[in-house]
């Protein structure tokens, strides 16, 4: 899946996706988002995000 469709699929902009990858913080809520465009539960965060 490509930066923007993930973005499209989380409805985050794709700059946001970048900062995330870049290592920066984001909301939670961005986070719930993103876990279920990738189609992961949200307990699977950490295989994700770390921490």
Not at 11 to 24: A, C, D, L
Not at 30 to 48: E, N, P, Q, V
């Amino acid at each position: 899946m490509s930066k923007s469709e993930l973005a499209r699929e989380a409805n985050v902009s794709p700059i946001t996706i970048t900062r995330i990858e870049q290592g920066m913080p984001c909301r939670m809520e961005t986070k719930r988002k993103i876990l279920l465009a990738l189609g992961f539960k949200l307990s699977d965060k950490h295989k994700i995000f770390g921490n």
